[in-house]
């Protein structure tokens, strides 16, 4: 199993990145809450209930963009609730053009725009990042215990894969491991009913392997493991690289995963 690397930009942004995707000339990283001296490099975008102002939210997504080669670029990002819809990011207008307009709702984004990054957020689940070598199309995804068992995965492989027919590569991001991840009886019955049973643990208290249904998804859908990268780095465990809403509850901020298309896809 490749790991993920741990990077410190020249900007001291830190990030991990995957050699699988850099090696392939994407641009991409998962951030982490350590940045340009900053120990809150918080990634949530502004609300009146989250107290980082739009100016500070974007000057951390420029320093984000550029730790991760993708200085100058246009980020594009959805409103993620928890389905399984993949926006196409060409045709998204990003945010700082929509003033006041709603995000629109998606939880992966695709794009083949070597202008852009596609991103998504997290706060302890999967963020999956995928990229298509041979026409440089990219997908960032979404992936909590509803997503996975909604088929968001799947759905961003045949949007990645629309645009394709090459090999595809995958990171997988930090996210809540399983020994950190207690459920309830529902969550482990989604699990079984999309085929996904060997992620559920029953020994002790019930938990589930969103990490490994993540990987075990992108099996299904064709990708081989030399092409999938990412260990489980836990989001709760390790609270000096991430934030985790599952520790820190309605006070978390946000981690970005985001990647952005390659130069192929002009």
Not at 35 to 62: C, E, I, K, M
Not at 125 to 143: E, I, N
Request: charged letters at 20%; proline letters at 4%.
């Amino acid at each position: 199993m490749s790991e993920l690397r741990r990077v410190v930009a020249p900007n001291g942004v830190v990030v991990f990145q995957s050699s699988i995707l850099s090696e392939a000339g994407f641009g991409h990283g998962f951030s982490t809450r350590v940045g340009v001296g900053n120990s809150n490099f918080d990634l949530a975008l502004p609300t009146p209930q989250v107290q980082v102002g739009q100016d500070v939210y974007a000057l951390r997504l420029r320093q984000l963009l550029d730790a991760c080669g993708l200085g100058g670029r246009i980020a594009i990002c959805a409103r993620q609730v928890h389905g399984a819809a993949a926006l196409d990011g060409d045709r998204t207008e990003p945010m700082d053009s929509r003033q006041s307009s709603p995000l629109p709702e998606a939880d992966a984004i695709v794009s083949s725009d070597a202008r852009r990054a596609v991103a998504i957020r997290t706060a302890d689940c999967v963020g999956v990042l995928l990229a298509s070598p041979d026409t440089g199309t990219v997908a960032a995804v979404h992936a909590g215990w509803r997503g996975i068992v909604a088929g968001v995965v799947e759905r961003a492989v045949e949007a990645v894969r629309a645009r394709s027919s090459g090999p595809m590569l995958a990171a997988i991001g930090p996210s809540v491991s399983c020994s950190r991840y207690e459920v309830g009886e529902e969550v482990a019955t989604a699990f079984v009913g999309a085929g996904l049973e060997e992620h559920v643990v029953r020994t002790g208290h019930l938990r589930v392997d969103c990490h490994g249904a993540v990987r075990s998804l992108l099996r299904r859908a064709g990708l081989v493991d030399v092409n999938i990268d990412g260990e489980p780095l836990c989001t709760v465990s390790d609270p000096i690289h991430f934030f985790s809403h599952r520790r820190d509850g309605t006070a978390s901020g946000r981690l970005l995963a985001l990647i952005g298309a390659s130069a192929v896809a002009q």
